[in-house]
């Protein structure tokens, strides 16, 4: 059986505003990560993040943040797609405690990965929903950038 191949699908740049720190709970720390907004590209969509979304996460007691973030992308059609994309985040302390004071961090020295999900009524968009899609992420001070990869 032949290993499966990746296509690149498109960037997406999230805007985001500081953590919401709940503290710790009984699943973690839980922090919420509110999205302002953003943009998105690729060969065959393009358009923008709307905002009202979010990232909830729980960041582990290994400092491994388990990612579930829900947005709504818009087409430069106006067309809607609903995200749901689900990863982890962790690397060495010291790049988290970098990243944490929104300090510049090389993707490479660190693990940032995704699977994504998609709804949309959008007959050109069909292929979103009938595509595992994954992503690689870089966290920046005020956004988030993932490309996603289509899973030949």
Known sequence: MPSPELEFAFEVIVDVDAPLDLGDGPAGHR????????????????????????????????????????????TDAGALVYVVNRGLRHGPAEVLQRIAAGEPVDPASYYFRSAASFETAAAELQWLTKTIVIGTGERQRDRVIIRFWKVL
């Open 31 to 74: 922090r919420i990560v509110s999205i302002k907004g953003g943009t998105f590209e690729g060969p065959a969509i393009k358009g923008r993040v709307l905002a009202g979304g979010a990232d909830w996460q729980i960041v582990r007691a290994d400092g491994t943040a388990e990612l579930d973030a829900r947005y709504t992308l818009q």
